[in-house]
């Protein structure tokens, strides 16, 4: 059974960092994409990031293009999302997220449908 369990979420003022883990269990984690989601209140949740099975092909929401980062550990089954110059906006609840098929494009991470496994989600909160 696959779990995704996220870590690292809290409160933040603007302009602050956080750096959020994701640990993953249940597969063979280096042979999946995986990738970040979140959802503010009241909208819908949305992309944010997508990375490859092995790491070298990183997808990003124009949103936080240039300020946040995917990242993975393979030898740790861990994804990673550093957040950089954060604002307001960035306020939601994020998942991490992946799909059932290996070596599969991170690219079919940027669409909902695609996504089979999500963990609990964690709140991360930006002050003004």
């Known amino acids: 059974q696959v779990q995704l369990v996220e870590s690292g979420g809290g409160l933040v003022q603007a302009g602050g960092s956080l750096r959020l883990s994701c640990a993953a269990s249940?597969?063979?984690?280096?042979?999946?994409?995986m990738g970040w989601f979140r959802q503010a209140p009241g909208k819908e949740r949305e992309f944010v990031a997508a990375?490859?099975?092995?790491?070298?092909?990183?997808y990003y929401a124009e949103s936080v293009k240039d300020r946040f980062t995917i990242s993975r550990d393979n030898a740790k089954n861990t994804v990673y999302l550093q957040m950089n110059s954060l604002k307001p906006d960035d306020t939601a609840v994020y998942y991490c997220?992946?799909?059932?098929?290996?070596?599969?494009?991170?690219?079919?991470?940027?669409?909902?449908?695609?996504?089979?496994?999500w963990g609990q989600g964690i709140q991360v909160t930006v002050s003004s």
């Open positions: 997220a992946s799909n059932r098929r290996a070596y599969a494009a991170p690219s079919i991470l940027q669409s909902r449908p695609e996504v089979d496994y």
């Open positions: 249940g597969r063979t984690f280096s042979s999946y994409p």
């Open positions: 990375i490859s099975a092995g790491g070298g092909i990183t």
